[in-house]
C-alpha cells in the first residue's frame, strides 16, 4: 500500500527537558513501523512543565518536527491520554518521572479494550543508580536498551527482583549519524563537550578551561572550540551552576579559540579530536569514527562518569593530547555500547519496531500495565513518588491537583510562564550565591 494511503502511526512523546525530547522523538522516529519510515508519522510533544522545560532555542537545535507540542502537568498530560486516541505512547522522563505516569495510565486506561504500546528508556549510557533508574521504569511495554551491555544489565536486574523481564528490547543511541571521518579538515579542529553538572565545581570547571585554552596556544594552527550545551538561563537535564561562559570571561583566550552552540552532530562535521569528561557526545563521535578522548585530568570516578569508558581505549590527559597523542578506540568495547560503527545501525530498531507492531496487533488488546512498584511492594517509597505528580497511591490526580479538570486559562498560563521564570532564575542566580556564601 503507497505510504500516502497508510493510516499514520500516532506518537506521543512526554519529555521534561531538551536531552529527553531529543531522545524521545528521534526515539519515536527509529521505532514507528517500517511502511512509516518514509510514509506517514503524526507526533505530538508534551512537554513536562519544570525547572528544565525546553526554550523554543533549545527545541530548534533539536532539529525534530512535532505536529504539536504543548506543555502540560503530569496530571494533564494523562487527560490527554485518556481522550485522545495514540498508537504509541514514549516516556522520555527521569524515572520517578516515568512511575508516576506508568500508575497514571494504568488508571486512566483501566477498562479500555485497547491502549497505546507505551515506551520508555534512557537518553544515554546508564553509569549510575541502575537498580534505582530500572525499576522506576519497570512496567512499560518496552524499555530500551542503548546497547547490548545495558540490555544484559537490565535483564539481570529485573530477573534478580523477581519482574518480567520480557520488555527490555536492545536498540542504540537514536541520536547517531552523520557522515564517517575521512580525515583532517583545515584547520584542524579540536572540540570539548562540555556537560552541565560534570564536573561541578567552579576549580575544576576553570581548570579544564584553562587546559583547553593552553592547547589552543600550544597549538595556534587548530582550531579550538569549546562546544556548549545552553545559554546563559537556560536548563538542561542538569542544573550548570557554574556556567562555562561566564567563567571564561575571566580568562584570555587567544584567537584560535571560539565558543560554539547549535546540534551537535553539525559541530561533528567539522571535529578532528572530540574530547569530554563522559559526555554521550563521546558515543556520537565514536560512532563516526572520529578521534575520541575522554579526560583523566580529574581522575576515573564514579562520580564524574568517565569509568564508564573503561577499556574503552580512548582515555587520556591533556598532557597527552598536548604532545600529539590521537586514541584509537577499542573495536569490541564500541561494539558493546550500541554505538554501530560498524554499518549495522540502520537495523538497530528492527527488534524494538516489531515487537511494536505485534503488540498493536494483539487480539483483544494489552493488558493493563503491571509497574513492579505498588502500594503492596513499596509503600514506604513509591506513595512519595507519586505525590511529586500531584498523583495518589492508585494514580488519581490528588485533591488539588493543578487544573487536573480544565484546561488552563490566559490569565493563568501568564501566570505560570512568569513563576516558572522566577523559579529558574532562583536556581540558577540566587541560590548558588546563597550556598557560596554559607561556604565563607
Known amino acids: 500500500m503507497p505510504a500516502s494511503t497508510t493510516k499514520p502511526t500516532r506518537i506521543a512523546v512526554l519529555a521534561d527537558s531538551d536531552t529527553r525530547w531529543k531522545w524521545g522523538a528521534l526515539t519515536s522516529h527509529r521505532i514507528a513501523p ?188 587548530r582550531e579550538v572550540l569549546l562546544k556548549l550545551r545552553s545559554k546563559p538561563g537556560e536548563h538542561t537535564t542538569h542544573i550548570e551552576e557554574q556556567p562555562y561562559q561566564k567563567l571564561v570571561q575571566r580568562l584570555d583566550p587567544p584567537a584560535n579559540f571560539r565558543l560554539v552552540y547549535g546540534n551537535m552532530g553539525d559541530v561533528l562535521d567539522r571535529t578532528d579530536l572530540l574530547v569530554t569528561i563522559s559526555s554521550t557526545a563521546a558515543l556520537e563521535s565514536l560512532h563516526r569514527r572520529i578521534p575520541t578522548v575522554v579526560l583523566t585530568d580529574l581522575g576515573v570516578r564514579e562520580v564524574l562518569g568517565n569509568h564508564h569508558f573503561v577499556g574503552s581505549g580512548c582515555l587520556a590527559s591533556w598532557d597527552q593530547l598536548d604532545a600529539g597523542h590521537r586514541p584509537v578506540a577499542d573495536a569490541e568495547w564500541v561494539a558493546r555500547q550500541g554505538v554501530v560503527a560498524d554499518g549495522s545501525y540502520e537495523t538497530a530498531f528492527d527488534a524494538a519496531r516489531e515487537r511494536i507492531a505485534k503488540l498493536l496487533a494483539r487480539p483483544g488488546g494489552l493488558a493493563p500495565l503491571t509497574p513492579y512498584y505498588t502500594p503492596a511492594t513499596a509503600p514506604g517509597y513509591l506513595p512519595g513518588i507519586l505525590a511529586r505528580h500531584h498523583l495518589g497511591p492508585d494514580g488519581s490526580p490528588l485533591p488539588g491537583a493543578p487544573a487536573h479538570d480544565r484546561e488552563p486559562g490566559p490569565v493563568r498560563q501568564i501566570v505560570r510562564r512568569a513563576a516558572r521564570g522566577a523559579y529558574r532564575h532562583g536556581v540558577q542566580r540566587v541560590a548558588p550565591v546563597i550556598r557560596r556564601m554559607g561556604e565563607l
Do not use: C
Not at 68 to 81: D, G, I, K, N, P
Not at 111 to 123: A, D, I, L, M, S
Not at 154 to 172: H, K, L, M, P
Not at 189 to 199: D, L
Open 34 to 221: 517500517r511502511e512509516d519510515a518514509q510514509g506517514p508519522l503524526a507526533l505530538s510533544g508534551f512537554l513536562l512543565r519544570g525547572r528544565a522545560t525546553p526554550t523554543p532555542r533549545q527545541l530548534a537545535e533539536v532539529g525534530v518536527h512535532a505536529d504539536s507540542l504543548r506543555e502540560v502537568t503530569a496530571v494533564e498530560f494523562l487527560r490527554a491520554m485518556a481522550e485522545e486516541e495514540y498508537d504509541v505512547v514514549v516516556v522520555a522522563l527521569v524515572g520517578g518521572g516515568v512511575q508516576a505516569v506508568l500508575h497514571g495510565l494504568k488508571r486512566v486506561w483501566e477498562g479500555r479494550e485497547k491502549r497505546p504500546v507505551v515506551v520508555t528508556g534512557y537518553v544515554g549510557v546508564v553509569y549510575e543508580k541502575l537498580a534505582d533508574g530500572l525499576l522506576l521504569r519497570h512496567g512499560a511495554d518496552l524499555v530500551l536498551a542503548n546497547s547490548r551491555q545495558d540490555a544484559d544489565r537490565f535483564r539481570a536486574v529485573y530477573e534478580g527482583v523477581g519482574a518480567d523481564a520480557s520488555s527490555v528490547t536492545e536498540v542504540a543511541l537514536p541520536f547517531l549519524g552523520g557522515a564517517a571521518y575521512e580525515g583532517e579538515h583545515d584547520p584542524y579542529t579540536v572540540v570539548f563537550a562540555v556537560q552541565p553538572s560534570v564536573p561541578d565545581s567552579r576549580k575544576d570547571r576553570t581548570y579544564l578551561l584553562n587546559r583547553l585554552i593552553r592547547h589552543a596556544r600550544l597549538h595556534p594552527e
